[in-house]
């Protein structure tokens, strides 16, 4: 139960860019929360990337900015530097990479950071990562990128599936948000939302995010919080 009510939404977007201060507003203007998990090592990073064959920024948030624009939300980590954990051979590196940008980022938002998601696409992640960090780090849940349309409760919060990601399947998410909407559960759900802030400038879709928290927000049977608050 989810302070007593059995459906939660929450949110989680990655590498902590300035296209997050649109997306916070927006969380706060209706009332809902997220998790943003950053790259302690590459705050403050200029760049750009081409996704869909459009040229947008990928600027990365100044640590000392960190704790005013997540304020409200929760902070979580994503490794110092991005890499491909599976392919990493040295244990004690997974584990440098995994900690070491959590201590960081605790003490940037001024509060112990217990949230992860695992970097980069497709399965970025295995048994012995997830092992690395559940044994050797301070870190509580870990979320993959494996979407499985499910809101049903998970085992394993190490390896942990969210429900949708929101730039392959704007409108697979709002098929499950409508359906998230009528159910009347005997049980708890989540309905768990993933991606990254600037994938909204890809295709310009930041008004149709915006429906879909209008659509999602104000519910008294639905619990709206971080990740830490729903998993845990």
Do not use: C
Request: zero cysteines; hydrophobic letters at 35%; glycine letters at 8%.
């Amino acid at each position: 139960m989810f302070q007593g009510k059995r459906k939660a939404i929450t949110f989680s977007y990655d590498d902590g860019v300035t296209q997050d201060i649109r997306l916070a507003e927006l969380f706060h203007k209706y009332g809902m929360k997220a998790t943003f998990n950053l790259n302690s090592e590459l705050l403050g990073r200029d760049g750009a990337l081409v996704r869909d064959g459009v040229e947008i920024t990928h600027i990365k948030n100044p640590a000392e900015d960190v704790r005013k624009i997540y304020a409200g939300h929760e902070i979580a980590a994503h490794t110092l530097t991005h890499p491909f954990l599976p392919k990493m051979e040295d244990p004690a590196e997974v584990i440098r990479q995994v900690e070491e940008d959590r201590l960081r980022l605790s003490d940037l938002a001024g509060y112990e950071v217990v949230g992860f998601a695992y970097p980069g696409g497709g399965v970025n992640h295995d048994k012995r990562v997830a092992d690395l960090i559940r044994e050797h780090t301070g870190i509580r849940y870990a979320r993959t990128t494996d979407s499985n349309a499910s809101f049903d409760l998970q085992a394993d919060l190490y390896e942990f599936s969210p429900t949708v990601y929101h730039h392959r399947d704007m409108d697979g998410m709002f098929e499950l948000g409508e359906k998230f909407l009528s159910l009347t559960p005997d049980k708890p759900q989540i309905f768990y939302i993933w991606g990254h802030a600037y994938e909204f400038d890809i295709r310009d879709e930041w008004g149709r995010f915006e429906e879909f928290l209008q659509m999602m927000s104000g519910k008294s049977d639905i619990f709206y919080g971080t990740n830490k608050e729903v998993l845990l």
